[in-house]
């Protein structure tokens, strides 16, 4: 094998980057199929970075012109025929609150029992079951969900509760509550599952019953993954849309109760968008609402990795 | 004598407490399985009677939408949808999982970047449905398209794919890339007959699964590709019907419930698949 000249390669710094391994043969085959895969990574990704700032380009003039952010997300209604326009979106964060409060309220206890179910206590067979049927509740599309939400909460809530229509806040939130278990759940199995064995074995040593080793032990050492759960479970309930759509009602009107109609954010855009021309100030500020909520999610997100490396890392 | 008594009922305490934990534990528990199946068992219970060879391979005919007449454009649709998605997301995907897990030597950039491809995978697809009405319905004019919607779906793809990719490339051990080049073979021979047949199952499981999401995921296809109607026929310049968009106009014109069901139940029976393929995936790379 021929050791190459490394001062002999043409691009310096990067030469280390596309070629780490010095000393191997670079045919012109081998150099290639680097370029190529490259190519094909910093495309793909530098594609998906583009996203992010298209919708921060759109969304720009509604932050910078007018009443601005505090406008648009406190002050103003959402009134976009009234002249001129007015266009604030507290209506719709109001109702994606709402609908995620109302599904982390029900999918967290729900979704960290099924997790030390999991973890703790499901016999071998079971627990290769409930697997399969958690990813299956993942994997159920949003409209199926709205549309099962849709056939059976609604005639139940007119019944139940005598409203005229029975699409709320509390339906959506109710079904939504559902398509976030999964992911609460896995995760949060994952992070007791995780837990050293060392740590267990002392507990049941000091004769501690599955209660207090799950409850003042293991959740304490899973922390940090539990709390992942819960942002996970939150970043999913924040971007879903369909079923929102289909289920709280679609109403602009600032949401007073659970059982009000509203419009989260996904919904307001979806509904809106193509009404709004192009340019034209609605479309911008469906935009900053996008971006808004974009940046929330993708701030837990990066909580979420952060969290995630101190669990592969050993601390807790 | 005092101490005794307290300290028996403490302990009857705690089996009490253990007894309603584990109680408590077992039947959330069984709720995680009640849920998926009582879900799936409705939709069949209630859908399956609506799916007739008329409704697979006929257009939609009539008004209201969806009163008579079949579901084909729609079925055709998403499918084709999909495939433009899956072309332009996997070559980028999986040579980009391939240019990190062999290729580069930089752990920074390797971190760096499956970090920003889990960012972008928990982005929300209706965030790439807005990319793709702003940027390639309206700016580049694809208007509303097959293909415009075929990108879109490719780009809620290509993070999933490439996080999925990336984690199967990375769970072949190091020692056959170690082995193979101590014999002196080229990298991308070593990758061709060593690492890929070891990680394609892997890489086929995240594929189906991206699939599968994509299929079914209404929102980005509401604002780049779908109407209500079309008599059929693909071209890449006019927009389809899906099914997931079709599901939800049908149930927002509140139009036909029974076709609504069999749409609905048709979107899962393909979740099943998908899921069925993936653990039999699983289970060929495990033997």
């Known amino acids: 094998m021929t050791v190459p000249n490394a001062d002999a390669k043409p691009f310096g710094r990067t030469a280390s980057l596309l070629s780490p391994f010095r000393g191997w043969e670079d045919s012109p085959q081998e150099v290639f199929a680097r370029l190529l895969f490259l190519l094909l990574l910093v495309t793909g990704v530098a594609t998906l970075l583009l996203v992010l700032v298209m919708v921060a380009r759109e969304a720009s003039p509604a932050l910078f012109t007018g009443t601005g952010l505090w406008g648009l997300l406190i002050t103003d209604p959402w009134e976009p025929l009234s002249q001129p326009a007015r266009l604030g979106v507290r209506h719709a964060w109001l109702s994606t609150l709402a609908v995620t409060g109302v599904a982390l309220a029900l999918a967290v206890p729900v979704g960290f029992g099924i997790g030390m179910f999991i973890a703790e206590i499901a016999p071998a067979t079971i627990k290769k079951m409930l697997q399969p049927c958690l990813e299956l509740l993942a994997g159920i599309p949003s409209v199926v969900y709205g549309f099962f939400g849709y056939v059976t909460l609604i005639p139940w809530f007119e019944s139940a509760f005598e409203m005229a229509t029975g699409e709320s806040l509390l339906a959506a939130g109710l079904i939504l509550a559902m398509m976030v278990l999964p992911f609460i759940a896995s995760t949060s199995a994952e992070a007791l599952g995780a837990v050293p064995r060392d740590v267990r074995e002392a507990a049941l040593a000091l004769g501690v019953n599955h209660c207090s080793l799950t409850c003042r032990v293991l959740v304490r050492h899973a922390a940090p993954g539990l709390f992942a759960a819960v942002a996970l479970g939150l970043a999913r309930a924040l971007g879903e849309t369909l079923a929102v759509l289909m289920l709280a009602g679609n109403s602009v009107a600032v949401p007073g109760s659970l059982l009000d109609r509203g419009q989260p954010i996904t919904a307001l855009i979806i509904t809106e968008l193509g009404e709004a021309g192009v340019g034209s100030a609605k479309r911008q500020a469906l935009f900053a609402a996008a971006l808004v909520l974009m940046t929330v999610v993708i701030a837990i997100n990066v909580v979420i990795g952060a969290l995630k490396r101190r669990i592969l890392h050993g601390g807790a | ?287």
């Open chain 2, 1 to 287: 004598m005092a101490a005794l008594n307290s300290a028996r009922r403490s302990e009857r305490m705690r089996l009490w407490q253990d007894g309603i934990f584990v109680t408590a534990v077992w039947s959330v528990g069984i709720l995680g399985f009640i849920l998926p199946v009582s879900i799936v068992a409705f939709l069949f219970y209630r859908g399956a009677g609506a799916i007739t060879w008329e409704l697979l391979w006929q257009s939609p005919r009539s008004f209201p939408l969806g009163s008579s007449g079949g579901i084909r454009p729609a079925i055709e649709g998403s499918l084709a949808l999909v495939f433009i998605g899956l072309v332009v997301a996997l070559p980028l995907a999986v040579g980009g999982a391939i240019y990190l897990t062999e290729y580069t030597a930089s752990d920074r950039l390797r971190r760096a970047m499956s970090f920003c491809g889990e960012c972008l995978a928990g982005v929300p697809a209706i965030i790439y449905g807005l990319f793709g009405y702003s940027f390639l319905v309206v700016f580049l004019q694809m208007r509303f398209s097959l293909l415009a919607g075929g990108i879109t779906l490719g780009l809620v793809m290509l993070p999933i794919i490439l996080i999925g990719a990336y984690e199967a490339l990375r769970a072949v051990e190091a020692k056959y890339r170690e082995a193979a080049l101590a014999l002196g073979v080229s990298r991308l021979y070593a990758f061709r007959k060593n690492i890929w047949p070891k990680a394609r199952a892997g890489v086929a499981a995240a594929v189906v699964l991206a699939g599968d999401h994509a299929f079914g995921s209404a929102a980005p296809v509401l604002l780049t590709a779908s109407v209500i109607m079309s008599k059929g026929g693909l071209d890449l310049s006019s927009p389809v019907m899906t099914l997931p968009s079709h599901l939800y106009y049908l149930v927002s014109e509140a139009s036909s419930l029974e076709q609504a069901y069999a749409t609905a139940l048709i979107l899962v029976l393909l979740l099943l698949v998908a899921n069925v393929s993936v653990l039999l995936i699983r289970s060929r790379q495990g033997r």
